[in-house]
Each structure stands twice: as C-alpha cells, then as structure tokens.
C-alpha cells in the first residue's frame, strides 16, 4: 500500500511539474507577481492588525468603501462574460463587457478617493495615528495595482474596437492564441485584484 501511495504521489507531482513546464513565461511571470502582490498585502494587512484599529474611537469605515467592494464585485461579473464572448466569436458584445468593466473599475477608484475624504471628514488622516496611516496605503497601493489591470483592460478594449468592424481582422484575433492568453492573464489579474479587495475591506470591517 505505501510503495502504491508512492507511486501515486510521484505520478501527481510529475503530472504538476508537466503543467509548469508547459506554462506559457508571461503567464507564469503574472501569476508569480500576484504572488507577489498577496504576500505584500499580507504582510500590510499584519501590520495593521497589529496597531490594534482604533480602539476607544468613534470609527465606521467609510460608506464608499462598500460601495467600491459592490462596485468591484459587478465588475468582476462582467468581466467573467469577456472570455465567453471571445470563445462565441460575439466581438461587439465583448467590447460592451469590456467598457463596462473599465467604467466599473473607474467607478471604484472615484468611490475609493471619495471613502478617503470621508475619513479625513472624521479626523482619520494619512499622517496621523499609523492605524489610520495603514488604512490610505493599503488603499491607495490597491488602487495603484488596479490601475496597472485598467490599463491593460484599456488597451484589450480599444484593440477588440478596432478589430470587431472588419470580418477579416476579426477572425485574425479570434484565432490569434496570443490574444487568447491576453485575456485569459486579464481575467485572472481582475479577478485577483477583486477578491483582494473583498478580503481587505472584511479584514478592515473586523479590526478597525
């Protein structure tokens, strides 16, 4: 039984080792990034915890940092119908979920800045208790790393615009697997960069 369990444990991880290997490097880079990005986040969040919140204080996280987690969710939504768009070849209904994803993530950098200047209203500064520091840096690098997602989302956009009115360049970037692999990385990063959110905004609901 052991020397069979063996074998089932040499055959699984040389089954992962095969997967790795034949993972495109641009894919592999990005999904090392996010690694990346969780464990600078985590790290930030632990920090946070540390200074205990804001005991003693009179503190509700601001009101348009739950509408950015709606805002952030609904994006998330809309962007699950990209690639399925892109498989069904429907390119102008995947330019529609393309803009409204970046008009989500737009949306939720506007309720984010307005969620800032509702804590300034209550006395919650960037400079001030290292709690309150905390919350605007791990806000504002979230929105920095969103950015870098609603550029690229950007670009797919305009790309998708200016191949969907001609048949001919359609079906190039509906057969291109480079442009398969874009979107596929576009979705994941989003996708990441939602649930982070949704995981900060709880961490923040409990300590803070």
């Not at 993972?23 to 200074?51: D, E, K, N, Q, W």
């Amino acid at each position: 039984m052991d020397s069979d369990k063996k074998k089932q444990l040499n055959a699984t991880q040389r089954s992962a080792f095969r997967r790795i290997e034949k993972m495109h490097p641009i894919r592999m880079l990005l999904y090392l990034s996010m690694i990346g990005i969780g464990v600078l986040f985590f790290i930030l969040t632990v920090a946070f915890a540390r200074t205990g919140g804001f005991p003693g204080e009179k503190f509700e996280l601001p009101n348009f940092f739950s509408v950015s987690v709606i805002l952030l969710l609904f994006s998330s939504y809309t962007m699950t119908k990209v690639p399925r768009m892109y498989k069904k070849e429907k390119l102008k209904k995947m330019v529609r979920y393309l803009a409204l994803t970046l008009l989500l993530g737009i949306l939720f950098i506007g309720a984010q800045l307005i969620g800032w200047n509702e804590m300034s209203a209550t006395g919650i500064y960037f400079s001030g208790k290292a709690s309150g520091t905390y919350l605007y840096l791990i806000s504002a690098l979230h929105i920095l790393h969103l950015l870098g997602g609603i550029i690229f989302l950007s670009f797919m956009l305009f790309k998708t615009i200016y191949v969907a009115s001609d048949g001919v360049r359609s079906l190039i970037f509906i057969r291109d697997p480079f442009r398969h692999l874009q979107l596929s990385m576009l979705n994941s990063y989003w996708h990441f960069m939602d649930f982070l959110w949704l995981g900060l905004y709880l961490v923040f609901l409990f300590i803070a």
